[in-house]
């Protein structure tokens, strides 16, 4: 057997359509374009689809959301971390930032939901980018450290100062009027995000960012400011975290420290290197695999973590490419033993 | 030369730890000059193009650009004025066709306000006008050069991908740094005319070269670089002249007959 294999080698080959350059499509037929939209419309209609199939399941639905927070939150990281080349252990500041200035703009100003959203998700962003900005000089894992000790120190300060609530937190927000309005309003944006992301890292603008991230000198010496790609970079990542953490303070009706938590910065990275590094859709499919392993975990106490790092270690030894990258080249090439 | 030069060095220094990689370089660029700057290696040619161009941070001196103090600038505000550089160790997006190189510089607040090298005003899309512009500098649009990968593309072709970068902005001033390093004779004998092109056109041009003998013949002053001071400063006649110049820089008579 092992003889035969040696004179043997795989050999790739793409399929299904005839012109396939990088992002043009010259389509052709029906066949075609069914080829083209059908992992998209799996994706849209799967999630579009999951409150329907869990109705009988409102524990499962809640965790639906809590797919979309963390999702959101993946979508950030993965397009900060290889599209702008920064490494962002900051998903427990956007989300504590989030939830608390919705709940403040909810409890103390009595504003509905319709709009502490929104607005906790710009002027957060807006803050966290501020916050963020004198670390963005920063590389690699300096910016990772940097940035993850945001989150830490935010519920220290809250504590010490005793504001917002203190330990207790902002309690009695007002929640959305209905689970099917949570379920879609969360999935809604995270499939808003994952496309016009995915949409805008191939515009021009997104060539300037990957410039920022491989090249920065070269950028500099074409007349661009990396600090404000870099910021814009942060904000964009922000406003993802931030919308995600207004929402959850209007799930569970409550802001608490535990929203600056740890869980909010590592999650997204496993999900990452799970789904798929620099697909964007990777972070999500990530998600939908680890948010809930973790739930059903969560009477293991912090042994989720070791599990976690199983799988983890499991994905980087044997899958490093990640789900997304490895199931897009099964799609698009078929494979075939060639003799040599 | 008269009047006030476009662009004015005045006493530079530098220090890395404990080289001196500059000490107190002086360099006036009039309008229209084709500068040449040579210097044995390490004698601190990129160091002084990186100290105009704002890439890195001066010790002392001052450098001025159109009557403004642009010392320690972010080389991005420089290069936005239209003082340029290309990169000696080069540096394209390997990853990108050669003309989505261009991109970058094109996507730039400078390239917006001048329309990227001659489109004059207002901008196609860029893509076509970064076609255009390295059809312009030699990427033979018929041979789909433009459209390969640039890691694919040999040495010569890198050099010019450089200089596009610069020219995508529209500049008023090119700093080359060694774009004739490395070419074949074919390569080079190409280049020399692009660069009286791009005089012509009324760029100005400063170019730090070991080529002698294709520098020389387009600079219409030579300044020497020895052991980061300036020592000498003219004609290429006049410079070669000096004995300073003969001692520090050719030491070898085998270079000399070469020149
Ligand atoms: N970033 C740096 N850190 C420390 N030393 C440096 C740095 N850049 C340059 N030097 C030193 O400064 C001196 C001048 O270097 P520079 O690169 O300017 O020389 P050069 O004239 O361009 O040489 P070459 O002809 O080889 O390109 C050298 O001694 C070099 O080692
Ligand atoms: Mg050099």
Redesign the interface.
């Known amino acids: 057997m092992s003889v035969v294999k040696q004179d043997r080698r795989k050999e790739r080959v793409d399929r299904g359509i005839k012109v396939r350059t990088d992002g043009v499509y010259a389509v052709s037929s029906w066949a075609e374009i069914t080829y083209l939209l059908l992992p998209r419309m799996v994706l849209i209609l799967g999630l579009l689809l999951a409150p329907v199939v869990l109705t009988a399941f409102p524990y499962w639905q809640r965790v639906l959301s809590h797919i979309c927070v963390y999702a959101l939150l993946a979508i950030g990281f993965d397009f900060l971390a290889n599209f702008v080349g920064l490494v962002s252990l900051g998903g427990g500041l956007y989300i504590g930032v989030g939830a608390y200035i919705a709940a403040l703009l909810n409890s103390h100003y009595g504003l509905p939901p319709y709009v502490t959203v929104p607005v906790a998700t710009l002027a957060g962003a807006g803050l966290c980018t501020v916050i963020l900005l004198p670390c963005l000089p920063l590389r690699g894992v300096y910016f990772a450290i940097v940035s993850l000790m945001f989150p830490l120190l935010a519920p220290r300060i809250i504590e010490a100062l005793d504001i917002f609530g203190g330990t207790d937190g902002i309690v009695g927000l007002d929640g959305f009027p209905s689970g099917w309005v949570e379920q879609y309003l969360m999935i809604g944006c995270v499939l808003i995000a994952v496309f016009a992301l995915r949409r805008m890292v191939t515009e021009?603008?997104g060539?300037?960012f990957?410039?920022v991230k491989?090249?920065d000198?070269?950028?500099?010496?074409?007349?661009?400011?990396?600090t404000t790609y870099k910021a814009l970079g942060v904000f964009i990542a922000a406003v993802l975290g931030c919308l995600a953490g207004a929402c959850l303070a209007h799930i569970y009706m409550w802001a608490g420290i535990s929203q600056f938590g740890l869980d909010y910065s590592i999650i997204p990275i496993a999900a990452t290197v799970v789904g798929g590094g620099g697909t964007l859709i990777g972070a999500v499919i990530g998600c939908v695999i680890l948010v809930p392993i973790s739930e059903l975990l969560r009477d293991f106490g912090t042994l989720r973590i070791a599990v976690y790092a199983l799988i983890l270690t499991g994905f980087i030894v044997y899958k490093s490419e990640g789900i997304m990258t490895y199931v897009t080249r099964k799609y698009e090439q078929f494979e075939r033993w060639v003799e040599i | 030369m008269s009047g006030e030069p476009l662009l004015r060095v005045e006493g530079v220094s530098k220090a890395f730890g404990g080289v001196l990689a500059l000490s107190a370089v002086d360099l006036d660029v009039h309008t229209g000059d084709i500068v040449g700057i040579i210097g044995p290696n390490g004698s601190g040619k990129t160091t002084l193009v990186n100290a105009i161009?704002g890439?890195i941070k001066v010790d002392h001196g001052r450098v001025s650009f159109k009557g403004h103090d642009i010392t320690n600038w972010?080389?991005?505000?420089i290069?936005?004025m239209g003082l340029?550089?290309t990169?000696q160790v080069m540096?394209?997006?390997y990853?990108?066709p050669a003309f989505?190189n261009l991109?970058?510089?094109?996507?730039?607040?400078?390239?917006r306000r001048t329309g990227g090298w001659r489109g004059g005003g207002k901008m196609g899309s860029?893509d076509t006008v970064a076609v255009d512009i390295l059809e312009e500098i030699g990427f033979e649009r018929d041979s789909y050069v433009p459209y390969k990968v640039a890691s694919s593309l040999p040495t010569g072709y890198l050099k010019r991908l450089e200089l596009a970068?610069?020219l995508?902005?529209r500049p008023e001033v090119v700093i080359c740094d060694e774009v004739f390093s490395g070419l074949s004779m074919s390569e080079m004998a190409s280049m020399v005319p692009l660069i009286e092109k791009l005089q012509m056109e009324g760029i100005t041009l400063i170019m730090v070269e070991h080529r002698l003998r294709e520098l020389f013949r387009l600079a219409n002053r030579v300044v020497v670089l020895n052991f980061g001071c300036k020592i000498a400063e003219g004609t290429a006649e006049e410079v070669m002249a000096y004995k300073e110049v003969k001692e520090a820089y050719f030491g070898s008579e085998e270079v000399l007959t070469y020149v």
């Open positions: 021009d603008v060539l300037v990957r410039g491989d090249n000198q070269a950028v500099k010496a074409s007349g661009i400011d990396i | 161009t890439f972010k080389p991005h505000k290069a936005d340029t550089r990169f540096r394209p997006y990853s990108l989505k991109i970058v510089p094109l996507f730039s607040r400078r390239a860029r970068r610069c995508a902005l």
